[in-house]
Every structure is written in structure tokens, then in C-alpha cells.
């Protein structure tokens, strides 16, 4: 199983590059990473089991690198990986004042 995200920013329309991501399992982080340019980590982990995870978005240090004040310092998104043996991507379309994210492929 492996794991990729991708940001974009909804307030510009374009990568949101720079943002600090970390993955945990149960408290204990598991894989981090910082999107590149084109506001994507391709791999952030690639040897998963089956369980619930968190990735953690620092939207406070991508919006204050910008001098923008946001209302969420960070979004964590909890998801089950049920399929051990299949790829999921996690996006996240973010602005200072909402964000959204849902199962890529």
C-alpha cells in the first residue's frame, strides 16, 4: 500500500508548495514529508497496514510564510486503509477560512 497527497490552494488556484505533512498511526508518526512545487508529496509512505491513520497539514506555517491569517492552524484528515495491497491518495484543497478533501486515486 502507499500514500500520496496533494494541496492546492483555492484562494490563488494554484500547488499550495511548502506545506509540512506527517502521517501517524495511534498517536506515533509514521512518515512526514513537505509538498513540492506542484503542492504534492508522490510517496509519502509506501509500506502501510491495514488501520487508521492521520495526516496533519501546518496550514498556519504555509499561510504565515505567506502573511496570510487563516482559521485553522492545521487540518488532520483520518481515513481507514481497508485495501492493504492498493495505492489512496488523500487531497486537500485548502483556503484560509475552509478546506475539503476527499478519496483520489
Same mark, same amino acid.
Given at each position: 500500500?502507499?500514500?500520496? /497527497?496533494?494541496? #492546492?490552494? @483555492?484562494? !490563488?488556484? $494554484?500547488?499550495?508548495?511548502?506545506? %509540512? ?23 509519502? /509512505?509506501?509500506? #502501510?497496514? @491495514?488501520? !487508521?491513520? $492521520?495526516?496533519?497539514?501546518?496550514? %498556519? ?45
Amino acid at each position: 500500500m502507499s500514500l500520496s /497527497t496533494h494541496v #492546492l490552494d @483555492a484562494t !490563488t488556484g $494554484r500547488p499550495a508548495s511548502g506545506v %509540512a505533512v506527517t502521517l501517524s498511526r495511534s498517536g506515533t508518526e509514521v512518515a512526514a514529508g513537505v509538498t513540492d512545487d506542484d503542492g504534492r508529496i508522490g510517496t509519502l /509512505t509506501a509500506d #502501510l497496514s @491495514a488501520g !487508521t491513520y $492521520r495526516l496533519r497539514f501546518d496550514t %498556519a506555517g504555509y499561510f504565515a510564510a505567506r502573511d496570510i491569517t487563516g482559521f485553522y492552524p492545521e487540518v488532520v484528515i483520518a481515513f481507514e486503509v481497508t485495501e492493504a495491497h492498493a495505492h489512496h491518495h488523500v487531497p486537500l484543497l485548502l483556503s484560509p477560512y475552509a478546506y475539503s478533501t476527499y478519496r483520489g486515486s
